[in-house]
């Protein structure tokens, strides 16, 4: 298996732009998260898909940021418009029944900066 | 708010010591415990998961589970230059998406 996909590696955009982030699940697993790491607040939960389903979205900062999955095989976290303090990497990972059994498999992260 | 707690560092020990590296956790609900590895501009990578009291061996890494003190540990034995990174603990309970420390920086000088 290729792991968790996610693209684009790197990205550099405006104040105002919107940006798309995309992520690519293991197949066959049926819990997907958004999360964002910054040095201050380490890591923070955005968002959980459970079978494509939204089950927690309370780490969503605002209403810029929405985060959809339209298959098991695909999701996308969206910010418009983007901020400079949206800068951060954001990672994508997935697993087998919720994660709290057997933890997830993070994707290698999109570092986004907003200037 | 359902906290855990890591210890910055950065953790400094001599190649072959071994590290100690310490979680606390808030939600006595908890029910399954995590170690991560994270390398500078790398991903977080699951090196240990713990769900029971006591301690678990996998090679060079040992994770301790103490519930009635809300308190999980890896110990790394022989450290090597090659384990210096960022430890991440997590903490997991049924429904929820996993609750990460912000993590420990270990740093193992040849």
């Known amino acids: 298996d290729a792991g968790v996909i996610q693209s684009p590696r790197h990205e550099v955009t405006e104040m105002g732009q919107e940006v798309t982030l995309r992520c690519k699940p293991i197949?066959?697993?049926?819990?997907l998260f958004w999360y964002r790491q910054t040095m201050m607040r380490g890591l923070e939960l955005l968002i959980y898909f459970n079978n494509n389903v939204p089950i927690d979205d309370s780490g969503m900062p605002e209403d810029r940021f929405s985060a959809k999955m339209p298959n098991a095989s695909f999701s996308t976290l969206k910010i418009q418009p983007s901020e400079p303090r949206d800068s951060a990497v954001y990672f994508c990972?997935?697993?087998?029944?919720?994660?709290?059994?057997?933890?997830?498999?993070f994707g290698s992260g999109t570092r986004l900066t907003v200037v | 708010q359902k906290e855990v707690e890591q210890n910055s560092g950065p953790l400094s020990v001599p190649e072959g010591a071994i590290a100690s590296l310490n979680c606390t956790y808030s939600?006595?609900?908890?029910?399954?415990f995590f170690w991560y590895r994270q390398y500078s501009g790398k991903s977080p990578e699951l090196i240990m998961f713990i769900y029971s009291n006591g301690d678990k061996e996998d090679g060079r890494f040992t994770a301790q589970l103490n519930k009635a003190s809300q308190y999980v540990s890896l110990l790394i034995r022989d450290s090597q230059p090659s384990d210096s990174a960022t430890y991440l603990c997590?903490?997991?309970?049924?429904?929820?998406?996993?609750?990460f420390g912000k993590g420990t920086s270990l740093l193992v000088t040849p």
């Open positions: 939600d006595r609900g908890s029910q399954s």
């Open positions: 997590a903490v997991g309970n049924s429904g929820y998406a996993l609750n």
């Open positions: 197949s066959g697993h049926n819990s």
């Open positions: 990972a997935s697993s087998l029944t919720g994660g709290y059994s057997y933890g997830y498999t």
